[in-house]
């Protein structure tokens, strides 16, 4: 099956070009998903729990965001994996089914993060200011805060790779329904069995003139059947 061009990706086998891949804007953003998880669940693994109590008011803030960058940063890699490997993919059905699950994980991350993002910023707005006795001054605030700020950013880069995700798969279900989705798949550049568009008949046999179809009983200028001569 020629998979030419269907769901955003150009013909299967094509060679990969890495300057050319990650110059594209979806990648750029799958790039920039991956580093802001690592940020996210880097500073709260560092610096988010005191005496093991997570520092955003002794919550489960902090491990639910570790869980959704851990997430996020593996998701985002097996995505870029992905996208390097979508050209070579022939079937279209696997390259519909790659792009369905893409845009359900990319549309699904960016909700996750907008629900941490929410979660750390109540749970930090209700930790105390002042230290208890013994703890150290300003534990974790640069860290937690970093950690904030770029689940923030996380919500609209994810929300970006699920809008060019979308965007391939309006693509490839338009084509899908295209009438030059005929070609190849049933037989050649013309459409079934490799006859050309636009008419033009079978030969009768093999080996007979390219006259096309006969004319048929009683076109042209004659009406009606002659009558036979006895």
């Known amino acids: 099956m020629n998979a030419g061009g269907a769901y955003g990706a150009g013909k299967a086998g094509q060679a990969f070009d890495p300057l050319t891949f990650f110059r594209r804007p979806a990648i750029i953003l799958r790039c920039l ?72 994980f990319t549309a699904g991350w960016a909700f996750f993060w907008f629900v941490a993002f929410c979660y750390m910023v ?37 929300a970006g790779c699920a809008y060019f ?26 459409g079934l069995g490799g006859m050309p568009r636009g008419g033009g008949g079978y030969a009768s046999y093999p080996g007979a003139p390219d006259d096309h179809y006969q004319e048929a009983p009683g076109a042209g200028g004659q009406q009606g059947f002659q009558s036979p001569a006895y």
Do not use: H
């Not at 391939?168 to 009438?179: V, W």
């Not at 005929?182 to 037989?187: A, C, Q, S």
């Open 165 to 190: 995700t979308y965007l391939r798969y309006r693509q490839g279900a338009a084509n899908a329904f295209a009438p030059s989705g005929l070609d190849g798949d049933l037989g050649g550049p013309g």
């Open 33 to 104: 998903a991956v580093l802001f998880a690592i940020i996210v669940f880097g500073c709260l693994t560092s610096e988010g729990y005191l005496e093991d109590k997570c520092i955003m008011n002794e919550s489960g803030a902090c491990g639910f965001a570790i869980l959704i960058g851990v997430l996020a940063f593996l998701g985002g890699l097996a995505l870029l994996a992905l996208e390097a490997k979508f050209e070579s993919i022939s079937s279209i059905k696997i390259r519909r089914r790659a792009v369905i699950g893409d845009l359900g």
């Open 122 to 158: 109540n749970q930090w707005g209700k930790t105390t200011e002042e230290p208890e006795e013994g703890e150290p001054k300003d534990y974790g605030r640069t860290n937690a805060n970093a950690a904030i700020t770029f689940a923030f950013f996380s919500v609209f880069v994810w």
